[in-house]
């Protein structure tokens, strides 16, 4: 069936140091995929996102990757900073473009 | 910029009881979807809604609920008899375009069912 795993579940980053969560789906003609943040208690709010066309997106410090092959994506923050701390949840979009969400991650940049 | 609004932002509910969560979609947006999550856990999706019909509902979406676009403006989500387990928070989202397209989301109801 349809499913994105991701890893870590936690994460924990020194001010400035890099973070990279990782996302692996299951339906190959997944085509279109989401990264949101979640802060406690929030909407979760779209960040960055990647069309199957395309191997790699950038947007200042946040990136993201894909390898269809694979079928992996993953998200990278650069010179994180304390605001990055929250849940982040990757998704990807199936052929009527639901959403699958991972499990997601929770992110502490810690100062 | 425009938002998806959701109310209320809490419902508290008796166990048996039926409920309707409200949520206004963006105004030029066709594709309209209700997502839950349990507390701590993932974000699940429940329906998704175009050209006032289903487009597909998950396993979750059994016969205790129901969705409709009641006017030009309104989506809601009705649970028709209330479970312990029904208990999260919903997430109402709409996109622009058939296709792959950002879903936007709104805030959130956090649904209490005692």
């Known amino acids: 069936g349809e499913n994105v795993e991701q890893h870590p579940s936690t994460l924990s980053v020194q001010e400035g140091d890099s973070a990279v969560i990782k996302c692996t789906y299951s339906?190959?003609?997944?085509?279109?995929f989401p990264w949101y943040k979640q802060e406690l208690g929030k909407r979760p709010q779209l960040i960055i996102d990647?069309?199957?066309?395309?191997g790699e997106k950038k947007d200042q410090r946040i990136a993201v990757t894909l390898n269809k092959t694979a079928k992996h994506f993953s998200l990278h923050i650069t010179e994180t900073q304390p605001e990055d701390s929250a849940v982040y949840f990757c998704?990807?979009?199936?052929?009527?473009?639901?959403?699958?969400f991972g499990t997601g991650t929770r992110l502490k940049v810690l100062a | 910029e425009p938002e998806v609004t959701q109310t209320p932002s809490h419902q508290v509910t008796q166990m048996g009881q039926e409920v309707i969560l409200h949520c206004v979609p963006i105004?030029?947006?066709?594709?309209f979807y209700w997502y839950r999550q349990i507390l701590g856990q993932k974000v699940e999706f429940l329906v998704s809604?175009?050209?006032?019909?289903?487009?597909?509902k998950s396993e979750i979406f059994d016969d205790q609920f129901s969705v409709e676009r009641p006017d030009g403006s309104n989506f809601t989500l009705k649970i028709r008899s209330t479970k312990l387990e029904d208990s999260a928070m919903y997430f109402c989202?709409?996109?622009?375009?058939?296709?792959?397209?950002?879903?936007?989301f709104g805030d959130g109801t956090r649904l209490s069912i005692l």
């Open positions: 990647i069309r199957s066309n395309v």
């Open positions: 998704a990807a979009s199936v052929r009527t473009y639901k959403y699958i």
């Open positions: 339906d190959s003609a997944s085509n279109y």
């Open positions: 809604f175009y050209n006032n019909e289903i487009s597909e």
């Open positions: 989202a709409s996109s622009p375009l058939r296709g792959n397209q950002p879903q936007h």
């Open positions: 105004s030029n947006h066709l594709y």
